[in-house]
């Protein structure tokens, strides 16, 4: 819906009064999405077997068990009225297993988000799954059967999540050669290494690069550590080191078994004193552990 004047008993008024309390990261109990399939070729034959269809597609609803979507939409365009941004970008809140949502919590998915506990879902571990993004009309947001909670992340979560979904979305694209032969190693080697990470050493890391030059066989991998999270875990230099050597090891280990023609060599900085030109010469490197299996 693009034109105000279809719904004339909205008072535009009352809903810019309510976008205005309405921010990225708060969450809408809506309890179902909605996607599209091909009956020609569904991902689960068994569901939709026998289905009459004269469309190329097929829309299904889907229940959510927590029943609460994220709202990922830009607080500028969530302020905007209906004759310029007509929706509402949302994506659902899922319960992921305990190594999904460590993962999530310490920035190594590009799928998911963890959130924290949410009010009445307590028992759930919820994350925002990046992997089904959706609308919903904004003059819904008037109607009383849409529960609306305030974002619960804290400020610097917010930012957290800001970058999440710009990495979801606009990751930095490598080719398929260094994919293979550099990133994946990485991620396995990463993974390896947090299995080991009783220190919560990755729990300090805040941000990851990669150096790579075409023709060049050298690559660097540039691991950012928060010294307040730091403090907060109690990580001293020594574990880092003791979680860098884990790091180094299981990178020789997996490049040489990928078959690889580059070296990689991982090394830490203090977010805080790291120069410029360290941060210039490193494209950023979303991990994406969910998807490794090793």
């Not at 990922?72 to 970008?89: A, F, N």
């Not at 919820?126 to 059967?145: F, P, V, Y």
Request: net charge negative; charged share 25%; hydrophobic share 40%.
């Amino acid at each position: 819906m693009s034109d105000p004047e279809l719904v004339p008993d909205i008072d535009p008024a009352e809903l810019k009064a309510v976008l205005r309390t309405v921010n990225q990261g708060d969450l809408l109990d809506i309890a179902k999405v909605v996607f599209l399939w091909s009956p020609d070729a569904p991902s689960h034959p068994s569901e939709v077997a026998g289905v009459p269809h004269e469309e190329p597609v097929m829309t299904e609803e889907m229940r959510l068990p927590s029943g609460l979507c994220a709202v990922v939409s830009q607080d500028c365009d969530i302020r905007q009225l209906p004759d310029i941004e007509p929706y509402v970008l949302v994506c659902p809140l899922t319960e992921v297993e305990d190594k999904t949502y460590k993962e999530a919590a310490d920035g190594m998915s590009v799928r998911y988000f963890a959130y924290p506990a949410v009010e009445d879902h307590e028992h759930m571990q919820l994350a925002a799954d990046g992997r089904m993004i959706q609308s919903i009309e904004k003059t819904a947001l008037l109607s009383a059967h849409v529960k609306r909670f305030e974002c619960p992340l804290t400020a610097p979560k917010r930012t957290e999540f800001r970058a999440w979904l710009g990495r979801r979305l606009g990751r930095d694209a490598f080719p398929d050669e260094v994919v293979r032969q550099v990133v994946n190693p990485i991620e396995q080697a990463v993974k390896r290494a947090r299995e080991k990470d009783v220190e919560n050493v990755f729990s300090c890391v805040i941000w990851t690069g990669l150096r790579w030059t075409p023709g060049k066989p050298y690559c660097s991998l540039v691991l950012l550590t928060d010294p307040a999270l730091r403090a907060q875990y109690g990580v001293e230099a020594e574990q880092l080191e003791l979680m860098l050597g884990r790091l180094r090891k299981a990178l020789n280990h997996f490049v040489g078994k990928a078959g690889s023609d580059y070296s990689v060599v991982a090394n830490t900085h203090d977010a805080t004193e790291v120069s410029a030109s360290v941060l210039l010469e490193h494209y950023e490197l979303a991990l994406d552990l969910d998807a490794v299996t090793l």
